[in-house]
């Protein structure tokens, strides 16, 4: 994003436009993973994190670029950013013009006033102590670790320190031994919604509009959200499920709400909890390949279909973990708290 001369800036160049030496994000017509990483320019975290260390000042943008105190340029000297003509120059770009004050470096737009020149005065001052080192590129620098050098540990550190990102409980209670590795991958892109539902396929251009309604023929646009939760066909799961396990409740219609209040309706009990966490990963699973079937096969699946294939494999992954009878494939119907002995 910062190397000029690379191949890869002048494709995305070539692609997304430059704007003040940067890399355009491209608008709507851009990938999504592309402005998935420009969004990285505003993220708080990312700018607290990581920084840069000047060398021969051709990578570092002079205004924009943290590499001079603790912000920007631009930030600190907001309003002489705004008359500058040059906003869009590297550190050594300015530097060749003459910074040090009757250089051209300094081209406005109108003339100065006379507290602006004071600010300037003070730029100046700053810059005087700024010595570029021509033989060594500019290099990213991780703040977060005392050796400099990026390390998975102390972005996590960083991450949980600062109580960011998801959900903390939901991070955690994703991860279950007895549940295939697949499964809980699938539970995680889940939570984030990033599965190839009709919707987010419209988004990244797949789809047409058209072709992003619900499988289940209920005519809404199918999101996550609609898909696990809301649509009048596969929401019948979840009524036969809470049956099955004896208990009447109202469920959140958002996913990690619902997933949430879904394991702790067991009460306090790990292993109640436990059980619950393999029922709701089970039957969304479940719910997704029956959506699939649908989608890639042109077969329709019952509701009790999908259900009866939830309790086995329920049974089948927490085999041997609870279950203390011998197993009795017959006797799936049961509420697994009294098939498991589970008080």
Same mark, same amino acid.
């Given at each position: 994003?910062?190397?000029?001369?690379?191949?890869?800036?002048?494709?995305?160049?070539?692609?997304?436009?430059?704007?003040?030496?940067?890399?355009?994000?491209?608008?709507?017509?851009?990938?999504?993973?592309?402005?998935?990483?420009?969004?990285?320019?505003?993220?708080?975290?990312?700018?607290?994190?990581?920084?840069?260390?000047?060398?021969?000042?051709?990578?570092?943008?002079?205004?924009?670029?943290?590499?001079?105190?603790?912000?920007?340029?631009?930030?600190?000297?907001?309003?002489?950013?705004?008359?500058?003509?040059?906003?869009?120059?590297?550190?050594?770009?300015?530097?060749?013009?003459?910074?040090?004050?009757?250089?051209?470096?300094?081209?406005?737009?109108?003339?100065?006033?006379?507290?602006?020149?004071?600010?300037?005065?003070?730029?100046?001052?700053?810059?005087?102590?700024?010595?570029?080192?021509?033989?060594?590129?500019?290099?990213?620098?991780?703040?977060?670790?005392?050796?400099?050098?990026?390390?998975?540990?102390?972005?996590?550190?960083?991450?949980?320190?600062?109580?960011?990102?998801?959900?903390?409980?939901?991070?955690?209670?994703?991860?279950?031994?007895?549940?295939?590795?697949?499964?809980?991958?699938?539970?995680?892109?889940?939570?984030?919604?990033?599965?190839?539902?009709?919707?987010?396929?419209?988004?990244?251009?797949?789809?047409?509009?058209?072709?992003?309604?619900?499988?289940?023929?209920? /005519?809404? %646009?199918?999101? =996550?959200?609609?898909?696990? @939760? *809301?649509?009048?066909?596969?929401?019948? &799961? +979840?009524?036969?499920?809470?049956?099955?396990?004896?208990?009447?409740?109202?469920?959140?219609?958002?996913?990690?709400?619902?997933?949430?209040?879904?394991?702790?309706? /067991?009460? %306090?009990?790990? =292993?109640?909890?436990?059980? @619950? *966490?393999?029922?709701?990963?089970?039957? &969304? +699973?479940?719910?997704?390949?029956?959506?699939?079937?649908?989608?890639?096969?042109?077969?329709?699946?019952?509701?009790?279909?999908?259900?009866?294939?939830?309790?086995?494999?329920?049974?089948?992954?927490?085999?041997?973990?609870?279950?203390?009878?011998?197993?009795?494939?017959?006797? +799936?119907?049961?509420?697994?708290?009294?098939?498991?002995?589970?008080?």
């Amino acid at each position: 994003m910062v190397e000029q001369d690379s191949l890869w800036f002048r494709v995305l160049a070539a692609r997304n436009g430059l704007e003040e030496g940067r890399l355009c994000a491209g608008g709507r017509n851009s990938s999504a993973w592309w402005r998935t990483i420009s969004a990285l320019r505003l993220d708080g975290w990312f700018h607290s994190n990581v920084g840069r260390t000047l060398g021969d000042g051709k990578n570092t943008l002079f205004w924009t670029d943290v590499w001079v105190g603790e912000v920007s340029l631009r930030d600190r000297f907001s309003r002489l950013y705004e008359l500058s003509l040059l906003k869009g120059e590297s550190v050594a770009a300015m530097r060749s013009l003459g910074w040090g004050g009757a250089g051209e470096t300094w081209k406005w737009r109108p003339r100065l006033f006379a507290w602006e020149e004071e600010s300037l005065g003070e730029l100046t001052l700053l810059l005087h102590s700024v010595s570029l080192q021509v033989h060594r590129e500019d290099n990213w620098t991780w703040k977060a670790d005392s050796s400099s050098s990026y390390t998975v540990r102390s972005a996590y550190n960083s991450i949980t320190s600062q109580g960011i990102a998801a959900n903390q409980e939901t991070v955690i209670s994703v991860w279950h031994k007895d549940v295939p590795l697949k499964v809980l991958l699938f539970m995680w892109r889940l939570l984030r919604d990033r599965l190839s539902t009709k919707n987010n396929l419209h988004r990244r251009r797949v789809l047409d509009f058209d072709d992003q309604f619900c499988v289940g023929g209920c /005519g809404s %646009v199918e999101t =996550s959200t609609h898909l696990f @939760l *809301q649509c009048m066909h596969f929401s019948l &799961v +979840w009524n036969h499920i809470l049956q099955w396990l004896g208990v009447v409740t109202v469920l959140p219609n958002d996913i990690a709400g619902h997933f949430h209040q879904f394991h702790h309706l /067991g009460g %306090v009990t790990k =292993s109640r909890k436990s059980i @619950l *966490q393999v029922i709701w990963l089970a039957t &969304v +699973w479940e719910i997704w390949k029956a959506r699939n079937n649908k989608v890639f096969n042109a077969i329709d699946t019952s509701i009790l279909q999908v259900v009866d294939r939830i309790k086995l494999l329920t049974y089948q992954w927490l085999k041997g973990k609870y279950i203390t009878l011998p197993f009795n494939y017959h006797g +799936w119907w049961l509420s697994p708290f009294s098939l498991l002995g589970i008080g």
